[in-house]
């Protein structure tokens, strides 16, 4: 009896373990489910402000933006909201990116899911496919909106993502410190031209570029991007092609160049001393902006906290902003671009009116300006731009007008093929295991998902 | 007692654990014994239907080449936590018991850390790998390694579980009668000789509860690597835990987690349950 006993409350503690994986809500319905478009038609934009009722509402709003340009903006956006709609409170929730889509599926499972997400169709296709975001209605939209962003955001031809601004990533770089050099900035828009900067840079005991690396993000948008660019324009099935097994890393050469160049500029120009391994992103922006490295790799959402970090530190260099080149020929490099902060209308949102009334609002000038002038960013919105616009803003748009590949236009990478991709590569770059191996241990990855049913 | 006022009694004890039965079976008991039927499915944690794919996921728990992975990373936890706090504890215990100076302070100090959630304790860990390590002694983070990073992780279990291993050693420790290790000093036996021979037996109680609640904690940790690393670099440090968690949720294959999450639970209950068992064996025979 007293065996039994033992045993029981054994069982009992780890099942408190496994309990929080079960699935909390209701057993999944039987029947099939319908497809997006005639499960409710496209979400049209309420006309006018009558639409909604003097109910108290609260929308929640997920997103995962850390900086603080941004947080200001979202706050400032929703303050302009409520003026114009007091009835409706938004609730702005702050995520880390990293764990991100984890805590919203969670949120999924337990029937609590925010009206509101920070997070775009290419990213999470899967939410899509389930069903779980509103198909938006092209009314929504003002004439003046940017196609690219549009694009960006559908599946099929159908919206799910309402841009609030466009942006991309390259390299910002410390105009004094490379003068006194001798690099010349036209010169960073090939790989050899950055690799030829660095190693200058780091001769002279400059730190090359500045680490952000202890997080995973910063250095999965540095093999994302390289591929964006370098392999997805020639080849817009590329992901697709991957995942079904039907094409091998193998049979793309560039990723050979591609993972090469990621390793040099993150494991021998950035994380140049132990200090650098553990470093940030907010530590990276703060490294730049200070003037303690001369380049740093990041996206254009990056300006306001560089320029924070800048004044702070009393730096009075001048920045400049160029593409991230993933070749030798300057005319095949882009700056990957995209519809960077965008948000979805959760499709089981209790307060689906308001969410679009929110939505709408955020396609207005008024918004657009608000959003634009807190958060330093290129609003989607043409012809709006900040009231004090940063100097690199000129660099942003003449980038993103000449020099930009919106790569969100393509099928992207789901699940555990996305996961695997970043984490391979970054496992392979700590390691210090080569390109080749890198490669073998990407296609060992994928073959194994396939094998076991992924 | 008559029969009745013994069924009476029953009742009332039952009673007495009616509230906490009813708690467990809610939250714990019917959602897990739902959550079982998943794992023989397809689903993949966010549509609303799924199919019944028989022993699918068993076999291909066993195929996939990434079990290994987070098996190897959990048992290597597991061993440097449960042989790391029992040793420290140990160690630290007997000495503290040696009437030195401040003694009781230093109980306290060191019961302190326990204080602090597992959050926050990998915060507080990855701040001290990442600032105080690399600038005042030169070290990197042992976070950013794909050898160190498992190791760097027990460090932090070690740090705050050493102090709650103390408090149960101690308690064995008052147990131990004093005329016994009398009787050895006695007879001639030095300190080690008392210690190994007279002290360290009658702690097998305490050996048994410790060595029992740290291997469970080691096998199904999570909290500490998915604050400091997320289970990276890579999938340097992903446990047992991790795998399943990534596999319900980032990777959109709920079935698969789930059934890596049974064959964890049968894992975790074997190994406890003989692990308890051999070390009862000793108490029995001491």
């Known amino acids: ?454 | 007692m008559t029969g009745k006022r013994k069924w009476i009694s029953r009742l009332t004890d039952f009673i007495f654990l009616l509230p906490a039965f009813v708690i467990f079976a809610a939250v714990i008991a019917i959602p897990f014994i739902q959550a079982v039927g998943i794992a023989f499915t397809n689903w993949d944690g966010l549509s609303k239907t799924y199919q019944f794919n028989g022993l699918t996921n068993l076999t291909a728990l066993f195929r996939d080449a990434q079990t290994a992975n987070a098996v190897k990373n959990t048992m290597l936890y597991t061993v440097i936590t449960c042989v790391g706090v029992n040793i420290l504890a140990l160690a630290i215990t007997v000495g503290l018991n040696s009437n030195i100076r401040g003694a009781r302070f230093l109980k306290s100090a060191m019961f302190a850390p326990i204080i602090a959630s597992l959050v926050i304790t990998a915060f507080i860990w990855g701040r001290i790998y990442g600032d105080v390590f690399p600038v005042n002694f030169g070290v990197p983070t042992p976070l950013t390694n794909t050898k160190t990073v498992v190791m760097g992780i027990a460090m932090m279990c070690l740090w705050r579980d050493t102090g709650l291993a103390m408090v149960i050693y101690n308690a064995g420790l008052q147990s131990v009668p004093e005329e016994l290790k009398e009787a050895a000093r006695v007879d001639g036996a030095n300190a080690w000789y008392t210690f190994w021979h007279v002290t360290f037996p009658m702690l097998a109680p305490a050996v048994t509860t410790c060595v029992t609640l740290w291997l469970g904690y080691g096998l199904k940790v999570f909290d500490y690597p998915k604050v400091a690393t997320n289970g990276g670099p890579g999938k340097a440090s992903e446990t047992f835990c991790i795998f399943v968690y990534n596999h319900f949720f980032s990777n959109n294959r709920a079935g698969y987690g789930q059934m890596a999450a049974l064959v964890m639970l049968i894992a975790v209950v074997g190994i406890t349950s003989a692990v308890t068992k051999a070390l009862r064996k000793r108490e029995v025979q001491m």
């Open chain 1, 1 to 454: 009896m007293k065996k039994l006993v033992s045993l029981f409350l054994a069982a009992a503690m780890v099942l408190t373990l496994l309990a929080g994986c079960g699935s909390g809500g209701e057993a999944p319905a039987s029947e099939a489910p319908e497809s997006n478009a005639e499960a409710s038609g496209s979400a049209e934009a309420p006309s006018g402000e009558d639409t909604s009722s003097d109910e108290e509402v609260t929308l929640t709003f997920l997103h995962h933006m850390g900086e603080q340009g941004k947080q200001d903006g979202l706050v400032k956006l929703v303050e302009a909201f409520h003026e114009k709609y007091p009835n409706i409170n938004v609730e702005v929730e702050f995520l880390s990116r990293d764990d991100f889509i984890n805590q919203y599926k969670q949120r999924v499972s337990a029937d609590n899911a925010p009206d509101l997400i920070n997070y775009r169709p290419f990213e999470t296709p899967e939410l899509i496919e389930a069903g779980l975001i509103e198909p938006l209605d092209a009314s929504l939209f003002p004439e003046g909106i940017d196609q690219n962003c549009i694009k960006s955001l559908s599946i099929d031809g159908v919206i799910y993502g309402v841009p609030l601004d466009v942006g991309g990533y390259g390299f910002y770089y410390n105009k004094n410190q490379l003068e006194a050099v001798g690099v010349d900035p036209e010169s960073l828009n090939t790989r050899s031209g950055v690799l030829d900067a660095c190693e200058k840079l780091m001769a002279a005991g400059y730190t090359p570029l500045a680490s952000g690396y202890a997080e995973q993000w910063p250095e999965n948008i540095i093999i994302e991007g390289l591929t964006y660019t370098g392999i997805l324009p020639e080849n817009p099935t590329l992901f697709t092609d991957l995942m079904s097994g039907e094409k091998s890393f193998s049979d793309y050469p560039e990723f050979l160049e591609i993972v090469d160049y990621g390793q040099k500029l993150v494991g021998t120009y950035s994380i140049v001393d132990n200090k650098a391994a553990s470093q940030q992103a907010s530590d990276q922006y703060a490294q730049f902006g200070r003037g303690d490295a001369a380049m740093m790799m990041q996206g254009t959402w990056a300006v306001s906290d560089i320029r924070i970090a800048q004044e702070a530190a009393g730096n009075t260099d001048e920045f400049g902003f160029t593409i991230y080149p993933w070749s030798d020929d300057a005319n095949s490099n882009y700056m990957p671009a995209n519809a960077d902060d965008s948000f979805m209308i959760s499709k089981d949102s209790k307060h689906k009116e308001e969410s679009l009334l929110f939505a709408e609002f955020c396609m207005t000038e008024e918004a657009g300006k608000i959003w634009t002038n807190a958060s330093g960013c290129i609003s989607a919105l043409s012809g709006v731009m900040p009231d004090d616009a940063d100097p690199l803003m000129e660099y942003f748009t003449a980038t993103l007008a000449d020099h930009a590949y919106f790569f969100e236009m393509n099928p992207g990478l789901a699940g555990q093929y996305y996961q695997d991709f970043d984490k391979v590569y970054i496992e392979g770059r700590v390691a210090g295991i080569t390109p080749e191996e890198v490669i073998e241990n990407w296609q060992s990855a994928y073959d194994n998902i396939r094998a076991t049913g992924g």
